[in-house]
């Protein structure tokens, strides 16, 4: 340990970190969960979406595996339908992340570091908006650090050869909370993938290769998966194809390409928060070109590597570098590098703390650490405090204002609602819209939540999860009232199925100063036909 540079040396003992981090724990969980009960903006189009997903369980879905379709249900179930009731899986995942950070950076170092590694991920915009926002990204996250903790505890045991095979149970707990990962997003392989690189690259594993424990790692997941292989297969292989379109290069050329490339750094600078991520480039990078410099060289341990370095650095900025190089190939969604991220706080934490060690101009910015989670943690604050400080300076609703994506859709809902009741038989009339975030939030915010059907012309291609479910081809004779957006037109496709279509009003939902959002009302008189794929 490089104590000599530790500017945190003599601050308590472990006891003291424990309850400072339980105590810090249960204040910003109380917090969160307030924020939520005061703050109930509507659903953002996502979330409408993935509730809308919870109304129909399986194994797949279009885009994504089945956790938050899941996870979403057992809060309705248990709690009623609500903005609450959506999001509050959110806030639980994050406490969760926040707790395994801190029993990693404790279990590798001490309760000092595992106290810093969890302040960094809380010290994120990233970390405030996956709590309160109930998208894949919060249980990817949950997942991803309990599966640090138990892969990490599986090699210590296995490592050290501790009797009464225990390495063998915990090397199965992670494979199983690795596959409840992988039923939440795609990104969870590179998890996988990091540890199979650990055990490859890292001297000291390579003999894992000749025991069983990492065989059940990977054994336990693919049994998981083995029922949304399943549904896939019977899908045509619809997330496979949607997931593959990710990678599809946006251009040919080097300058657009070089664009993207800024573009992802300028938003995972936002999103980490500017110091702390320039710290955890500088520190990874550096670590990670001594990792490779002693493989290729074979003295990876004379380099003063050990296995908490190799192993985080396998987790995080491996697959962190190979985020960044495909972003000069194509424009990277800035939520995909997140899980990196959680291992890379750790490492950047026992760096600052003086457990691993850098190049000496590199140990100089030790000194930037705590300006870093204290201006993280200022963004963070005003992230919570933004609502307050939109309606202070006059800023609601207009271009300046992020949160317009999460306003208007219970108005909109409301007067669909109130349409539908002018109907002359409101009972035998079926909703249809054409964009599916249009489709989801109506469903979520119409009067007795209604089944809403997706438009997307006779063939019905395969684009949405709406797609996948049938249509409503046995309400032939039914009347339907059609939601269509103002800049969108209604096509003579969708007016031939119906008898007659009549325009009935334009629905103006103001959301702020000056925006609005504006839809087509329409009833399609007595159904003829539906499209079928």
């Not at 309760?111 to 969890?118: E, K, L, M, Q, V």
């Amino acid at each position: 340990m490089d104590s000599g540079e530790d500017s945190f040396s003599g601050i308590g003992d472990d006891l003291a970190w424990h309850r400072l981090f339980w105590l810090g724990l249960l204040g910003i969980t109380a917090f969160r969960l307030w924020f939520l009960s005061v703050f109930p903006y509507d659903l953002s189009p996502d979330e409408a979406y993935y509730w809308d997903w919870s109304r129909h369980l399986s194994w797949g879905y279009y885009s994504k595996p089945p956790m938050v379709a899941w996870v979403i249900a057992l809060s309705n179930s248990l709690l009623g339908t609500s903005e609450f009731s959506v999001r509050l899986p959110a806030a639980i995942f994050a406490t969760i992340t926040l707790i395994a950070l801190y029993a990693l950076g404790t279990k590798m170092y001490d309760a000092r570091t595992g106290f810093f590694s969890a302040l960094v991920f809380l010290a994120t915009i990233g970390s405030a908006v996956s709590s309160m926002i109930m998208t894949i990204d919060a249980p990817l996250l949950c997942f991803w650090a309990v599966s640090m903790v138990l892969v990490w505890q599986a090699w210590r045991l296995s490592r050290f050869e501790e009797p009464g095979g225990l390495s063998l149970l915990w090397w199965t707990f992670a494979g199983a909370v690795t596959g409840l990962g992988l039923l939440s997003k795609q990104t969870m392989m590179g998890f996988s993938a990091g540890i199979i690189l650990f055990i490859l690259l890292y001297p000291r594993a390579r003999r894992l290769l000749a025991d069983l424990e990492p065989y059940f790692f990977l054994a336990v997941q693919i049994s998981l998966l083995f029922p949304v292989i399943d549904w896939n297969q019977r899908h045509n292989w619809v997330t496979l194809q949607h997931t593959a379109h990710h990678f599809e290069s946006s251009s040919k050329t080097m300058i657009p390409n070089l664009k993207t490339f800024i573009e992802l750094l300028g938003t995972q600078a936002g999103i980490v928060t500017p110091i702390i991520f320039i710290l955890l480039l500088l520190v990874s990078g550096c670590l990670l070109w001594r990792f490779i410099r002693g493989v290729l060289s074979k003295r990876i341990i004379a380099r003063g590597f050990s296995d908490r370095e190799a192993f985080l650095l396998a987790v995080g900025m491996i697959p962190l570098v190979a985020v960044f190089l495909l972003s000069f190939r194509q424009r990277i969604n800035a939520n995909w590098p997140a899980p990196f991220y959680l291992s890379l706080g750790v490492l950047v934490s026992a760096w600052a703390m003086g457990w691993a060690r850098c190049n000496t101009w590199i140990n100089r910015l030790r000194r930037f650490y705590v300006p870093g989670i204290g201006l993280g943690l200022s963004m963070v604050v005003l992230f919570y405090l933004f609502p307050v400080i939109l309606g202070v300076l006059g800023w609601a609703g207009t271009r300046l204002d992020p949160t317009v994506r999460l306003k208007g859709w219970h108005e909109l809902g409301q007067r669909a609602g109130d349409l539908l009741q002018g109907f002359p038989e409101p009972g035998k009339t079926f909703v249809v819209a054409r964009r599916r975030q249009t489709v989801s939030e109506l469903a979520f915010y119409m009067p007795g939540r209604p089944e809403v059907y997706r438009w997307n012309g006779m063939k019905r291609h395969v684009t949405t999860q709406y797609e996948l479910w049938p249509g409503p081809v046995d309400k032939k004779g039914w009347d339907a009232l059609i939601i269509i957006e103002k800049d969108k037109e209604l096509k003579k496709d969708l007016i031939s199925c119906f008898k007659a279509v009549k325009f009935i009003e334009q629905i103006d939902i103001p959301i702020g100063q000056e925006r609005k959002r504006s839809f087509l009302a329409y009833r399609g008189v007595e159904m003829k036909h539906w499209a079928e794929r």
